[in-house]
C-alpha cells in the first residue's frame, strides 16, 4: 500500500493533522495502537486556546465546539481567602474555549468517518524504516497480520510512549525534562460547577483546580503525592480535601455527588530536540510534555500541527521545502515557551515538599504581584489565552 503521509497515533494531534491534510486533497493513513472507544474514554484536557478553535474551523469540525462549548473570558485565582480574577479579554482581547479534549477528538473521528478517511485500529509492531531516507515505509501488525505502507513523510503523533521519537537516533537526539515532585487526582462529576470560570487555587495544603466541561459536569483535581493512588481515595474525602484548599465561599457552595471518573496523572516538563529526522516529525506529546497547570498540553499540539500541516500543504501545492524544513525550528520556538508558562505556573501554584520558608515567602510575593501588577497579569493573559502561532 502507499499513501502521502502516515500519521501513527489516532488521539488529537494525528487526527486533526489528517483532517487538515484530507482537507487539501493529501492522503494520509492513520496508525492507532488502541481501540476508537479507548481513546475516547480518556479524560484529559479542557482548555481550548483560540489557535486550536481557528484549526478546528479549518479542517471543518468547530460547529458542535461553537454551539455546546463556553467560552471564558477569564479565571479566578485563589490563595487561602483571597481571590483575583485575570480578564483575558480586558488584556488581550480573545477568550479561551471550555470544550473537552474527548469531544475534540469524537468531532475528529466522526469528519474522518464521514470523508471516508483509513485509519487502522489495535495496530501493533509499529516500525518505522528508512525516515533518513526519500523512501519511509512503516511496518506493523493488525489482528496478527503483518502490513506494509510506503510513503513521503511519517507523523509522529503517537504521545508520550509511543516509537516515533525513538526512531531517532540517540546521537541525534536530545531531551531535557523535569519530573514534579507530586501527581494530579483528578475526578469527574456530573454536578454544577463551583463558579462559572475556572479556580486556580494555591493553599498550605496544595494546589486544587475547579474546572468544568458543561453547566452539568464538572472536572476538579488536588495536588497529590506521588505516591498516592486513585483508590486510596474515597469520593468523600476528595471533596473534603478540595474544601480545605478553596476560599470558605467557594467551599460552602461547593455542590459535590459521585465521581464518574478518577485518575491520577504525574507532572512533567519534557522536550524533545529536533522534532525531525529526515521525513519523520514529531507532532504534540510525541515531542514533548507540559504540566497541565496552564493548559498547554493539548493547544501546544495544535500549533506542531498548525507549522506541519502549513509545511506539507505548500510541499505538496509548489513543490517548496521551507514549511516542512522550518519545522521542527518555528515548532520548538513555540515549545519552549509554552513549557515555560507551565513551569512558571506550576511553581507558581503548587507546594513542593522541599520548600523552606523563604521558599513560602517568595511564592506569595509571587501571587501577590500577579494580584496588583497589570503587566503581569496581561502576561500571564497572553500565555494562557495562547501566544501567536
Ligand atoms: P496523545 O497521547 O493524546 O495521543 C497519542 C495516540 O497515539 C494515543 O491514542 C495512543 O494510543 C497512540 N499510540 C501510542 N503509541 C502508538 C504506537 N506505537 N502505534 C500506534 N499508536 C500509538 N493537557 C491539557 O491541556 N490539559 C489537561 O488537563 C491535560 N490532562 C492530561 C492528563 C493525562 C493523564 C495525560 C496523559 C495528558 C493530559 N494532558 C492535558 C495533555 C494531553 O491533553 C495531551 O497534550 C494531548 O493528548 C496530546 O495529544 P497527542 O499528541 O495526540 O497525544
Ligand atoms: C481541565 O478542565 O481538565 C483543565 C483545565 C485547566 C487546566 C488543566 C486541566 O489547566
Redesign the pocket.
Known amino acids: 500500500m502507499r499513501t502521502a503521509v502516515v500519521i501513527?497515533?489516532?488521539?488529537?494531534?494525528?487526527?486533526?493533522l489528517s483532517q487538515l491534510l484530507h482537507v487539501h486533497g493529501i492522503d494520509t493513513v492513520v496508525?492507532?495502537?488502541?481501540t476508537k472507544d479507548?481513546?475516547l474514554n480518556?479524560?484529559?484536557?479542557?482548555?481550548l486556546e483560540r489557535g486550536m478553535l481557528d484549526l478546528m474551523r479549518q479542517a471543518g469540525v468547530a460547529d458542535r465546539m461553537e454551539k455546546e462549548g463556553h467560552s471564558h473570558s477569564g479565571t479566578v485565582i485563589s490563595y487561602g481567602e483571597k481571590t483575583f480574577r485575570i480578564d483575558f479579554v480586558e488584556h488581550t482581547g480573545h477568550a479561551v474555549m471550555i470544550y473537552g479534549?474527548t469531544e475534540v477528538?469524537r468531532d475528529l473521528y466522526e469528519a474522518h468517518e464521514e470523508t471516508g478517511g483509513k485509519i487502522d485500529f489495535n495496530?501493533?509492531n509499529?516500525v518505522i524504516h528508512n525516515a533518513n531516507t526519500d523512501a519511509p515505509h512503516v511496518i506493523?501488525k493488525v489482528d496478527g497480520e503483518s502490513r506494509r505502507i510506503d510513503c513521503d513523510f511519517v507523523a509522529g503523533?503517537?504521545?508520550?510512549?509511543?516509537?516515533?521519537r525513538q526512531t531517532i537516533p540517540l546521537d541525534v537526539r536530545r531531551e531535557y525534562e523535569k519530573i514534579y515532585p507530586f501527581g494530579?487526582l483528578?475526578i469527574l462529576s456530573e454536578t454544577p460547577p463551583v463558579h462559572h470560570e475556572l479556580i486556580y487555587a494555591a493553599s498550605k495544603r496544595g494546589f486544587a483546580l475547579c474546572?468544568m466541561r458543561n453547566e452539568n459536569l464538572s472536572?476538579y483535581?488536588i495536588q497529590c503525592a506521588l505516591s498516592e493512588k486513585p483508590e486510596d481515595w474515597t469520593d468523600e474525602a476528595f471533596w473534603e480535601e478540595l474544601k480545605r484548599r478553596i476560599p470558605t465561599k467557594q467551599a460552602e457552595e461547593l455542590i459535590t455527588g459521585p465521581s464518574i471518573e478518577k485518575?491520577?496523572?504525574?507532572l512533567r516538563s519534557f522536550v524533545t530536540e529536533p522534532m525531525r529526522w529526515g521525513r519523520l516529525f514529531l507532532?504534540?506529546?510525541?515531542a514533548h510534555?507540559?504540566p497541565?497547570t496552564?493548559?498547554?498540553?493539548?493547544?501546544?499540539?495544535a500549533s506542531?500541527v498548525h507549522y506541519l500541516f502549513n509545511g506539507l500543504r505548500d510541499y505538496y501545492g509548489n513543490g517548496t521545502t521551507d514549511g516542512i524544513d522550518s519545522y521542527s525550528t518555528k515548532a520548538l520556538a513555540r515549545v519552549w515557551k509554552a513549557e515555560r508558562f507551565s513551569w512558571w505556573f506550576s511553581s507558581l501554584m503548587h507546594r513542593y515538599p522541599d520548600q523552606s520558608e523563604f521558599d513560602l515567602k517568595m511564592q506569595i510575593a509571587e501571587i501577590e504581584f500577579l494580584r496588583t501588577n497589570h503587566a503581569a497579569q496581561k502576561a500571564m493573559a497572553e500565555n494562557y489565552v495562547g501566544l501567536p502561532y
Do not use: M
Open positions: 501513527i497515533g489516532g488521539g488529537p494531534s494525528g487526527l486533526l496508525l492507532e495502537r488502541k479507548y481513546v480518556r479524560v484529559r484536557a479542557g482548555v479534549q477528538t495496530v501493533e509499529v506493523y503523533c503517537d504521545g508520550f510512549h509511543g516509537v516515533s494530579w483528578g474546572s472536572r483535581y485518575s491520577i496523572a504525574p507532532c504534540g506529546d510525541a510534555i507540559v497541565p496552564g493548559a498547554k498540553g493539548l493547544n501546544t499540539a506542531d
